[in-house]
RNA sequence: GGAGCGUUCGUCUAACGGUUAGGACCUCAGGUUUUCAUCCUGGUAAUACGGGUUCGAUUCCCGUACGCUCUACCA
């Protein structure tokens, strides 16, 4: 395995290289980030600051058919909730500034002349609907997706096909071209992915793809090894659908003559869907019922809205947590991670190969986990917009803390403190009586009148004084405890959950405990 | 159809030729908690198949099967 060797075990792919870490995270501004792409970031994210090096975002909008308005802001927004902040962006800029490819559109066009005029690329000028006659024309049963190819090129409108008073002639009468890339007709192109190792292609199966569309515009293709090379980057990572165009991109780099400089490669595996097979996508989501992106997104033409990871109420922490060990793993049984403790443990060479099936069970373990975990102040400030949207009213950030701090074991996400810890706040507005009702009778009733007037004698705020009390009570009434706690609960808490009754009665005060009790009594 | 990539419990994964194939989620059975949750103990459950190589393959090689990705003037 070429991991291991020279280098050792799992030393870091770094020690065959001296310069500087340098990575992007270029994404097309077409929508909201899902999971794969944020997991893609992560990764990125991880290996530049374990390496000390810069991350880069860059906006591949170079489709103008496929801008959507407040897409790039989205992303942004959510590299920011994550945690994981670009060191060069389009709103930070930088020194190989612009980061919008469609910014830097000019600067594409010499590139593809480079490769005209060295041979390796060619002017097109097909037509839409030609493209798609020969599409037609030459499919068969056998090969229902003909290519633009070695093959086919001699049988199309291009400067490889025409002779050179013609192509002249196209081009100073404007007419509308492409620019192709020209494949060898049978080359092995074989590079080494960080993940995969080496990986091989005949360019016999690769075919003639477009570098500049007719709008003056760079494809994917082009843009992406041009502004690579400009901006130096040194390890390039992408998804694993990447892979078949990789030959395409490898052989630009040693066209272009940058070879040397081209970026180590890493196709990391897909995230699929839990069920069946194929990519994990929004509709799995809405589907099965969970989140697929990271924050909420609307689709500004259709208005349609997906929810979010962060809405629907994961910490960034747990977000990012439940993501890298979907491919990853530190070779040990530990399972959560700090964003401090990923940037130190990451390492390349224990990403895996295979596709992961999210499992929505497992991403809320990992929330309810660092629920649990995390600090009362700062869960306090996550929990106040549920509280405000649910019409919690929080007089006290100290009490709200204390609550959190009481209930948070309980919670799994985080709307759940609405039911867990709303009822220390104000009296529930549902009660269930239908759980005391079957056996509630006179006796009962009057254990707790008499229940009220010896809270409020007391008052007292101990628990176990409560509780003492209560239990003293209970034996004169000629009635067990246990068969009054729950009708109590219920009464204070509005259900059957939550931490010990006596506990909730001593924090919420007598004078709201007899309260309760009385409102109750009344719906019995 | 072609090319590429992949394949360990239901799911995420460990195991770098020698383990009773380990952990986690889910699930099940107990225990703690006079509620619920937490927590604790335990159980069920996997190397796709067939050939090699080897004293010995989850591990290396070949083949098969299955799956996925790509096969746009989208990324």
């Known amino acids: 395995m070429f991991l291991r060797g020279t280098c050792g075990k799992y030393k870091s792919y770094l020690c065959a290289m001296n310069k500087r870490v340098r990575v992007r995270f270029a994404p097309s501004p077409t929508g909201g980030l899902h999971l794969g792409g944020v997991r893609t970031v992560l990764f990125n994210y991880l290996f530049a600051k374990k390496h000390g090096g810069d991350f880069i ?255 629907r109420g994961f910490l960034p922490e747990a977000f990012v947590n439940l993501l890298v060990v979907l491919g990853w793993n530190d070779g040990t049984d530990q399972e959560i991670f700090s964003m401090a403790e990923l940037i130190e443990k990451f390492s390349i060479d224990r990403v895996h190969k295979g596709g992961a099936k999210f499992d929505y069970e497992k991403a809320k373990w990992f929330n309810a986990e660092w629920i649990k975990n995390a600090d009362n102040a700062y869960l306090a400030g996550l929990v106040q917009p549920y509280f405000d949207a649910a019409g919690i009213v929080v007089n006290d950030p100290a009490y709200l803390q204390k609550i959190i701090g009481i209930t948070k074991e309980r919670c799994i996400l985080l709307p759940d403190f609405i039911t867990q810890a709303g009822f220390y706040f104000s009296a529930p507005t549902q009660i269930d009586t239908a759980s005391i009702a079957p056996k509630w009778d006179e006796n009962k009733k009057n254990f707790f009148e008499a229940l009220c007037m010896a809270f409020e004698n007391s008052n007292s705020n101990d628990p176990l004084e409560l509780e003492n009390i209560f239990k003293a009570l209970t034996a004169t009434h000629g009635l067990k405890a246990g068969e009054l706690m729950l009708p109590m609960r219920i009464m204070l808490v509005g259900g059957k959950f939550g931490p010990g009754v006596f506990e909730i009665a001593a924090t919420i005060g007598i004078s709201d405990t007899v309260a309760r009790i009385k409102h109750a009594l009344t719906l019995l």
């Open 57 to 311: 975002l860059r906006i591949e909008d170079t489709d103008q058919s496929r801008f959507v308005p407040g897409a790039e802001d989205y992303i942004v927004q959510t590299l920011n909730w994550c945690g994981m902040i670009p060191d060069e962006s389009p709103v930070v800029g930088g020194p190989f500034a612009p980061y919008r490819q469609s910014e830097r559109k000019e600067s594409y066009k010499q590139y593809a002349t480079t490769l005209i005029n060295a041979g390796h690329a060619y002017y097109a000028f097909d037509t839409p609907t030609e493209l798609e006659e020969m599409r037609n024309h030459f499919k068969t049963s056998e090969n229902p997706s003909p290519q633009y190819n070695h093959a086919i090129r001699a049988k199309m409108r291009n400067s490889l096909s025409l002779d050179a008073a013609e192509v002249a002639a196209l081009l100073s009468a404007n007419t509308p071209y492409v620019v192709r890339i020209k494949m060898p007709d049978h080359e092995e192109v074989t590079f080494t992915d960080m993940i995969r190792g080496e990986v091989s292609f005949n360019t016999s199966q690769v075919d003639d793809k477009v570098l500049l569309k007719a709008d003056g515009m760079p494809t994917y293709h082009l843009a992406v090894v041009v502004d690579d090379y400009l901006m130096k980057i040194s390890h390039a990572f992408r998804g694993e659908e990447w892979l078949p165009s990789a030959p395409v991109h490898v052989l630009l780099w040693k066209y272009l003559g940058w070879q040397n400089e081209m970026p180590e490669w890493a196709h990391l595996p897909l995230i699929l869907k839990p069920d069946g097979h194929g990519k994990l996508s929004k509709r799995d989501g809405d589907r099965l019922g969970f989140p697929v992106f990271a924050m909420d997104w609307t689709d500004p033409k259709t208005n349609e809205k997906a929810i979010g990871f962060k809405e």
